[in-house]
């Protein structure tokens, strides 16, 4: 039996494959294909986020979602820690979210 996925996997994937006795076919991604598969899956990961109701899946999926930002990061020649510390500017001059202020509408006084 075949079963296509046609998807961007993690690294260890293949040989998790081979070991439960399956045939991996796979290919290497140049850097143009390989940057638009990690925001493939990063979509992917943000539907099934609001799908999945399980706390512990939800960190799962958030835990993937991570490892792609940390690829996609390294693709701009950043780190995590990179966007760390510009998250770190943001929430110093423009707050977090935990306060959940929710903006209905500008009225311009000008």
């Known amino acids: 039996m075949e079963k296509e996925y046609n998807k961007l996997v993690r690294d260890k994937m293949p040989d998790i494959i081979k070991d439960k006795g399956n045939n991996p076919i796979t290919k290497v991604l140049d850097t143009k294909e390989y940057k638009i598969e990690l925001k493939n899956n990063l979509l992917e990961g ?3 986020f609001f ?8 960190i799962d999926v958030l835990a993937d979602m991570l490892e792609i ?8 020649n950043k780190t995590l820690k990179d966007i760390e510390r510009v998250a770190d500017l943001k929430r110093q001059y423009q707050g977090s979210f935990q306060e959940k202020i929710y903006l209905e ?6």
Do not use: F, H, P
């Open 69 to 76: 930002i940390n690829s996609l990061a390294n693709l701009e």
């Open 46 to 48: 943000y539907k099934k």
């Open 51 to 58: 799908k999945t109701n399980v706390s512990d899946a939800r």
């Open 105 to 110: 509408k500008v009225i311009d006084n000008k």
